[in-house]
Structures are given as C-alpha cells and as structure tokens.
C-alpha cells in the first residue's frame, strides 16, 4: 500500500487532455513539493516535474503539474502514442524522513 | 553528461547478503545526496534509502531499517547498499538515484535526477 494514492490507470486518445491525479497527506504533499517521474516500459524512471508544477530542460510544455492542499495532479495536453507510460508522484514525508511515492497510473493512448 | 551505473544485482538465498555499487560520473559527485529505489516486478518504486554528500546523515525506510547500510567513498564517486538478512520481498530491481542542489543547499527531496539503469535482486531458495 503506497502512502500517496493514484489511479491505477488512465486512457485517452491522441490529441486529448489527460490529468493523473495524486493524493496524500500533511505530512508529505501537505508539507513539501511534488515530483512527478515518467517511467517507459524497461526503463529507469524519468524526471518530469519538479517543485509542483516547474518542467526540467527538455520537458515538453504539454507536461503540467498543480497541486493544493494535500493532493496533486499532472495534465498531459495533446497526448501522443509515446507517451504511454507509468506515471508516479512522490513527496517527501516529513514523519517518515525519506520521499513516498504514489503507486503509478499506467497512462494507455487508445 | 551524468551517469550512473549500478552493478552488484544477482542470485541469493533467503538470509543472504548482498552489495549494490553504483558508479557516479559527470557531476561533483561528493556535493549531492544519493538514494536508493527499488521496484519489485510489476509493482510501483519504493524508495529504500538515502545518504548526505558528506555522509553525514543517512535514512532508511522501515522495511529495511537495521539490516541495509547504506554508505558512500566520496574518493572513489561511488554510492554502496549493504543489504543483510535479505527476505523474499527484497527481491526488486534496485535503481541509485542523484539529488539535488540550489542555491549552495544540497537537502534530502522527491527529486531525483537521473537514475541509473538498475540491478536486479532476486531472493529465491
């Protein structure tokens, strides 16, 4: 059982908007800021949002992130076929002293 | 270009020990602090453990407190992960990650970036 929640999967056609959303607690994303990481099929996980919502170089902008209160969310604008992925959320806990991670949405371009 | 390449993963039998290395390359690699991640098959990332650039402080999750070490040779630009008393459940692939810093401040976070390629664990009698 993951200490942040996540759909299990989410499924949109190309061109569409996605969001994912991400649920914790106060003393994680209540607390401090949420990173989202991509993870293709048989790779290491990638990177994608940082401090919330700020994209590292080479992110596209139709990777967006917002987050209130206790919970988070990733937009994905514009889907396209690759990025069909496992998206995970995380956050660091205060009570635990180490970063907690949502369980993942498998992200399926129809 | 920052890399990170870990080795170690292999065959162990319940009760075992086992050593994860991860190799450093491409940054100033006794500034930043390093975590370990597993993901076992098929299921989501946990992460296992952390250590301070200076290795300081260091912290563990409860599923592996008091039996992983995590430790770092900051001469050598790579990050190690003891692992003790190792059960059926450790069996994972185990990712090394790097961390951050700003503005001279290089703390503990949920960002980490890259990851290595990672090494599989499996505990099997």
């Known amino acids: 059982q993951s200490v942040l929640t996540q759909p299990p999967s989410a499924s949109g056609t190309p061109g569409q908007r996605v969001t994912i959303s991400c649920s914790g607690g106060?003393?994680?994303?209540?607390?401090?800021?949420v990173t989202w990481y991509q993870q293709l099929p048989g790779t290491a996980p990638k990177f994608l949002i940082y401090?919330?919502?700020q994209r590292p170089s080479g992110v596209p902008d139709r990777f967006s992130g917002s987050k209130s209160g206790t919970s988070a969310s990733l937009a994905i604008s514009g889907l396209q076929s690759e990025d069909e992925a496992d998206y995970y959320c995380?956050?660091?806990?205060?009570?635990?002293?180490?970063?907690?991670f949502g369980g993942g949405t498998k992200l399926t371009v129809l | 270009e920052v890399q990170l390449l870990e080795s170690g993963g292999g065959l162990v039998q319940p009760g075992g020990s086992l050593r994860l290395s991860c190799a450093a390359s491409?940054?100033?690699?006794?500034?930043?602090?390093m975590s370990w991640v597993r993901q076992a098959p098929g299921k989501g990332l946990e992460w296992v453990s952390g250590?301070?650039?200076?290795?300081?402080?260091?912290y563990y999750a409860d599923s592996v407190k008091g039996r992983f070490t995590i430790s770092r040779d900051n001469s050598k630009n790579t990050l190690y992960l003891q692992m003790n008393s190792l059960r059926a459940e450790d069996t994972a692939v185990y990712f090394c990650?790097?961390?951050?810093?700003?503005?001279?401040?290089?703390?503990?976070?949920?960002?980490?970036?890259?990851w290595g390629q990672g090494t599989l664990v499996i505990v099997s009698s």
């Open positions: 401090s919330n919502s």
């Open positions: 106060r003393s994680n994303i209540g607390s401090n800021t």
């Open positions: 250590i301070s650039g200076t290795a300081g402080r260091t």
């Open positions: 491409g940054f100033t690699y006794s500034s930043y602090a």
């Open positions: 990650a790097k961390g951050y810093c700003s503005g001279g401040s290089c703390p503990f976070s949920s960002r980490l970036d890259p």
């Open positions: 995380a956050a660091w806990d205060d009570s635990l002293n180490g970063p907690v």
